[in-house]
């Protein structure tokens, strides 16, 4: 089955840009989503499809995709950013339909 | 606004059948894929299953042999049983709503509307 890759942690300084990546090759055929989860409640969705926020997420989270690659992308990252972020695609690769998360990515605002 | 209602057994001891459930309120039942999640302590997300209004069902290879995803259109619910538990089956389980699609040449797929999540506990 097809894996998608996080680096487990990345920090920001407050009011930067932060880039958090995911790899796999699913993300050929597939745009990633990518959830905010802080601890003790349930993940949120904060970017779906091409580069699309669902209602009540700010504008400074963004999507972007290059190849087996896609990112997100915090444009002035405020306190309440630091969370865990996870990717997700449908498997491609056609031995095992079904569904795929990174291992997710502690992000810490400094 | 959709919303996801779960339930279920938080306890378990080892060979016991974890049983989920999970309402779907305020929307469309049919054109979704309908997930289970969980989350081992301090780990990440795994996915177990979907299965969508006509109970068409695909499975995380790993957990296959061991998982049950049903539907139940009439109430507008979806269920979970996963035999012969272990500690490290201990996590919180999550369901979700799953909605795809395609741009063309490119697919989508996203879990846009989440349960609040079952703490379940493998213990003898």
């Known amino acids: ?110 | 606004q959709v919303q996801l209602q779960q339930w279920g057994a938080g306890l378990l001891k080892p060979s016991e059948t974890l049983s989920l459930t999970c309402a779907v309120y305020g929307g469309s039942f049919s054109g979704y894929y309908w997930s289970w999640i969980r989350q081992p302590p301090g780990k990440g997300l795994e996915w177990i299953g979907e299965i969508n209004h006509s109970g068409s069902t695909n499975y995380n290879p790993s957990l296959k042999s061991r998982v049950t995803i049903s539907v139940d259109t009439s109430k507008n619910q979806f269920s979970l049983k996963l035999s012969s538990v272990t500690a490290a089956d201990t996590a919180v389980y999550y369901c979700a709503r799953g909605d795809y699609g395609d741009y063309g040449r490119y697919y989508y797929y996203y879990m846009d509307v989440w349960g609040k999540g079952t703490t379940v506990t493998v213990s003898s």
């Not at chain 1, 009011?15 to 990633?32: E, N, P």
């Not at chain 1, 802080?38 to 779906?48: E, S």
């Open chain 1, 1 to 110: 089955s097809s894996e998608l890759t996080q680096d487990p942690a990345v920090s920001v300084a407050l009011g930067q840009t932060v880039r958090i990546t995911c790899q796999g090759d699913s993300l050929r055929s597939y745009y990633a989503s990518w959830y905010q989860q802080k601890p003790g409640q349930a993940p949120v969705l904060v970017i779906y499809g091409k580069n699309n926020r669902p209602s009540g997420i700010p504008d400074r989270f963004s999507g972007s995709s290059s190849g087996n690659t896609a990112s997100l992308t915090i444009t002035g990252a405020q306190a309440e950013d630091e969370a865990d972020y996870y990717c997700n695609s449908r498997d491609s690769s056609g031995n095992h339909p079904g569904v795929v998360f990174g291992g997710g990515t502690k992000l810490t605002v400094l």
